[in-house]
């Protein structure tokens, strides 16, 4: 597992002291990393990337405020937690609106202090992880589906012409192109039609014969149908191919034939890694610890996985569609009118969330959002993930 750096800056050495020994002893994968001032600590942020930074308000010089703001200033991605003395309510209001994670009152029982101080890691790690992993996950979807729009845009379709006057084939350099040879692999092109027909499946040869057959009689003008045919390597494309005629003579007989083709395995191969990315992304939501929820513009559900389900006691048909609030507490519904306006604005603090499960008891939790904006820069929605903390009740 990789180890995560965690920097705590306190003036207060025994504090230092006792917090490292904690979580080092708790979590062999914590390192603690220990700075007596700020103007250490950014000394320290310059040389490597923390997963947490613990700052106490009181320090020399700059205290824990003052250092939260230049980290935003710097643009420093990171999770943060604030030390305050009690009483100091104001200071813990203009952390969070600076971008801190939790705060926490410092106490003389070091016992509860490290506790409250270990759940938070655990939860901003926790928070920092799931995180990545959507990130990539929802990454990797992007990335097939551009590829998908890509790979179907110069799939071109291939085109080519059969003349009965002078019985050849004009053969357009794009369905050379779709069936995978060079025109020196084809013997002429007055062959072309028996060369052709030597690479179509033996169980797809009476199909074509009849259907080209049916054009040269003047029974049709159009018709669209798939066959299968062997490509320079020996592998067999699906061509869907579109054959209409094109010009008749005064008794009606079917002068030439137009064909367009299309290699329809290679889009079908397309879909299914797009199938099978999105089948990824599912796996990886719905086997989550956590709960994630995605709401649109208006605050209503779009999607859910199983553990949000699972911690409300409704099922995805039920949930889905339904705004958001139908699953909050009272109070819980003011907090997320106050949380929504920061959504819009593009502020993606974490907070506690009341919420009432099918049986309408209180359910707990920790909500980490994230807006969603079009291109145009109008909000669309946003996600979270959701963490139960009831059992900590």
Not at 5 to 23: N, Y
Not at 29 to 50: C, G, M, R, W
Not at 138 to 162: H, Q
Not at 257 to 271: G, V, Y
């Amino acid at each position: 597992m990789i180890t995560k750096e965690i920097l705590f800056v306190c003036s207060e050495k025994k504090l230092l002291e006792s917090t490292k020994k904690h979580l080092e002893n708790y979590n062999e994968n914590y390192s603690l990393h220990k700075s007596d001032s700020v103007e250490k600590a950014i000394k320290l942020i310059q040389k490597q990337t923390f997963d947490v930074i613990i700052s106490d308000y009181n320090l020399k010089n700059k205290n824990g405020l003052e250092f939260l703001a230049h980290l935003k200033d710097i643009d420093y991605k990171t999770s943060f937690i604030l030390l305050i003395d009690k009483g100091r309510e104001e200071i813990a209001i203009k952390a969070l609106n600076l971008g801190a994670e939790y705060y926490i009152h410092k106490s003389n029982n070091l016992k509860l202090f490290l506790s409250v101080l270990t759940n938070y890691i655990d939860n901003l790690i926790k928070k920092t992880s799931i995180k990545m992993n959507l990130d990539k996950a929802v990454t990797s979807l992007s990335k097939n589906e551009e590829r998908m729009g890509f790979a179907c845009d110069t799939i071109s379709a291939g085109f080519c012409e059969y003349s009965r006057i002078d019985d050849t084939w004009f053969l357009d350099p794009s369905i050379l192109k779709v069936i995978g040879y060079s025109l020196s692999d084809i013997p002429s092109l007055k062959e072309f039609q028996s060369w052709a027909i030597s690479k179509i499946h033996e169980d797809d040869l009476t199909l074509n014969r009849d259907i080209f057959q049916a054009f040269l009689d003047g029974k049709d003008d159009t018709a669209t149908f798939t066959f299968r045919f062997l490509n320079k390597n020996k592998e067999w494309l699906n061509l869907e191919t579109q054959i209409r005629v094109s010009q008749r003579d005064l008794k009606g007989a079917a002068q030439n034939i137009s064909i367009i083709a299309f290699d329809k395995s290679r889009q079908k191969a397309i879909e299914i890694n797009l199938r099978e990315s999105e089948d990824r992304f599912h796996t990886l939501v719905d086997n989550m610890s956590d709960a994630l929820g995605i709401i649109n513009a208006v605050g209503e559900l779009t999607y859910v996985n199983t553990r949000f389900c699972e911690m409300l006691g409704y099922s995805e048909h039920d949930m889905l569609k339904c705004s958001l609030t139908d699953f909050l507490s009272p109070s819980g519904k003011k907090v997320y009118r106050k949380q929504i306006t920061k959504r819009r604005k593009g502020i993606a603090d974490s907070y506690d969330q009341e919420w009432l499960n099918s049986d309408g008891e209180l359910v707990y939790t920790i909500v980490s959002p994230q807006p969603i904006f079009r291109e145009d820069g109008t909000y669309d929605g946003s996600f979270a993930v959701i963490t139960d903390i009831t059992e900590r009740k």
